[in-house]
């Protein structure tokens, strides 16, 4: 088969002469690297087969069953874990500080404009000896981010920063080197979806331990810098020294990415969220100044993260990082806890919600005890702000990585009322395939109790609009563009782009800095979906077709989005600009397990 690989006008692309003919098994070699092609086999049970062929999905045995937990018996704290600053010792370097215990990585971009004046944050990945995921299963090791004076209640805290004020984000590697079970204990952390220089990015092949560095790295190092220069895209073409505020991103995650491994890093546990503010989106709902939006924030903006996970007999995490399909967990972990509660005030809460995968889709509903629907407000999609937000919403349905900010005013309660958020979306074969109907009444994954009057008045709001959108550019415009078309499908029993693996050294499309182009993200109807998700840049959707037919573009994807579910026969055509930084980067499947067995591939900006 030819590749279905188009660029138009092809002379403008040098990625143009990419074949999908070309495509090669992944080398089994680089994905069992180091220690763990050791500990893979003993971890697999009799029950987890690979598939051999697209056609035998029934074949394949299921996983058991997690046991059973009793519900709601542990609360989540009122107010979020805050990740502090702290002074960095050595201090940053531009150039990677080799002989300080750095990895070898690229040296900073921009580090003359921003690092004079970058707050120091810093995080270790460490493993965490006696984490409770619920009262029913042991207190087990979990892999987390925290800080050097960790808070053991939470995993991994949230950091908050602001547009304008660049942050130095030191990451540690502490994971136990002589690691045993599934995943593999070096880390590139990739800060989800920021406008940063690739060597900030947490590009797969920059993993790094003290004595491992991966591919795309000169030296191993106990940690790396990462410079989040907090500028909007467009910092180049206004020169008004932050960027264009249309571009804005609020609702940011960091998570492990290391190349073959980003499943069971995640699923031990490597994930976290970073809010990102501005003028508009301030943090603060008492903001005197007339254009802040006053949405409720800390301790009332809250950020959930909803993690898919399988537990083993015995109640311990259980993970195949070697089935190209993955496991599809059947417990729902909530900020780190099965079926937790947290209470709330009565007043306005934003709920930033965060599908943090590995495998499984989402479609929350809110409802009372009796499974009564209860409406909210839809404010952003991929930690976007909307420009209107949606209101009297019913539900939201979330890919991996993909986040959804609403606003609910539990001020409609009664001080006692029970709300439970459910999850009713199931997934065909109960596996990591797709996801199939919805089913009520759902599964409960989050209790709610409106236990308390707030301490103050509620001074939040939800404005009627938020934040503007930057014009499309005209139909002429868009037909100049070039057009890179990716097809993302089953092939050899592993998940190919344009029928090829991933190669971490090798870019396949390399793009002039400042250009904007249109990708069509296309999928082959063999039954599985894939939220697909494009580093660096927001992109916007133009148009979404089934067998050529137009499909409606849901309100929620109609702003800026940085992970597009392709499906059935569908072609997503996207808007993308390529501002700011150079470097390489990647687009793959957020299903991790297909992005770790290849659904991926290397882009640089050049
Ligand atoms: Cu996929």
Redesign the pocket.
């Known amino acids: 088969m030819k590749s279905s690989f188009l660029v138009t006008p092809a002379e403008n692309q040098p990625g143009a002469s990419i074949d999908g003919d070309a495509a090669e098994q992944p080398s089994r070699r680089n994905f069992l690297k180091g220690s763990a092609a050791l500990m893979v086999a003993p971890l697999l049970p009799a029950s987890a087969k690979s598939r051999t062929s697209d056609e035998d999905a029934v074949a394949v045995a299921a996983v058991p069953a997690s046991p059973p937990t009793v519900p709601w018996q542990e609360f989540l704290p009122d107010v979020i874990g805050v990740l502090d600053a702290n002074p960095l010792d050595p201090s940053p370097t531009g150039t990677a500080n080799i002989a300080g215990g750095e990895a070898g990585r690229p040296s900073h971009q921009r580090w003359n404009e921003f690092a004079a004046r970058a707050e120091p944050y810093e995080l270790h990945a460490a493993q965490r000896e006696n984490w409770v995921f619920s009262p029913s299963y042991p207190a087990q090791p979990v892999w987390t981010y925290q800080a050097k004076e960790p808070d053991l209640s939470i995993l991994s805290p949230v950091v908050f920063a602001h547009y304008g004020h660049p942050v130095l984000c030191r990451i540690y590697n502490d994971l136990p080197a002589n690691h045993v079970g599934f995943g593999s204990p070096e880390i590139s952390t990739h800060l989800h979806n920021l406008h940063c220089g690739s060597e900030s990015d947490g590009f797969p092949g920059d993993y790094y331990s003290a004595t491992k560095a991966g591919p795309t790295l000169t030296s191993p190092g106990g940690f790396r810098d990462h410079l989040y220069s907090n500028i909007y895209a467009g910092y180049d073409e206004l020169q008004n020294g932050i960027g264009d505020y249309r571009e804005a991103l609020g609702t940011l995650f960091y998570h492990d990415h290391t190349t073959d491994f980003t499943a069971p890093n995640i699923v031990r546990g490597l994930v976290g969220f970073y809010c990102l503010f501005d003028e508009l989106d301030s943090g603060d709902e008492r903001d005197p100044n007339p254009s802040a939006l006053r949405l409720p924030s800390h301790p009332y903006d809250y950020p959930l993260s909803f993690s898919d996970r399988r537990f083993d007999a015995d109640g311990m995490l259980y993970y195949d990082q070697v089935n190209p399909d993955g496991v599809l967990g059947d417990k729902v972990v909530v900020n780190g806890k099965i079926e937790p509660v947290l209470r709330v005030a009565r007043r306005k809460y934003r709920l930033r919600l965060l599908n943090a995968g590995p495998s499984r889709f989402y479609q929350f509903y809110l409802v009372r005890p009796n499974n009564v629907i209860q409406p909210f407000t839809y404010i952003a999609n991929d930690g976007n702000l909307l420009e209107r937000p949606l209101l009297n919403q019913t539900f939201v349905r979330l890919g991996v990585a993909e986040r959804g900010d609403i606003v609910v005013d539990f001020s409609r309660y009664p001080r006692g009322t029970e709300l439970y958020l459910v999850n009713r979306l199931t997934h065909v074969a109960d596996d990591t395939r797709r996801p199939d109907r919805v089913v009520a009444p759902g599964v409960r994954v989050l209790k709610i109790v409106v236990d308390r009057e707030p301490p103050e008045q509620d001074l939040s709001q939800v404005p009627s609009f938020l934040r503007p959108l930057r014009p499309l550019p005209s139909t002429a415009e868009l037909a100049a563009l070039p057009v890179r078309r990716w097809v993302?499908e089953r092939r050899q029993n592993m998940?190919a782009i344009n029928g090829q693996f991933l190669d971490i050294n090798v870019p396949r499309a390399q793009i002039p800095l400042g250009g904007m182009e249109i990708w069509e993200l296309a999928s082959v109807d063999n039954g599985?979906?894939?939220?697909?998700h494009i580093h660096f840049e927001e992109g916007r959707i133009l148009s979404k077709t089934t067998d050529g037919r137009n499909v409606v573009i849901p309100a929620h994807e109609r702003g800026r989005k940085d992970v597009f579910v392709v499906n059935g026969r569908t072609t997503i055509r996207v808007l993308l600009r390529f501002r700011d930084y150079k470097g390489k980067y990647v687009m793959h499947?957020?299903?991790l397990?297909?992005?770790d067995h290849s659904?991926m591939l290397r882009w640089d900006i050049v």
Request: glycine residues 0%.
């Open positions: 993302f998940w599985w979906d894939h939220p697909i499947c957020h299903n397990i297909h992005e659904m």
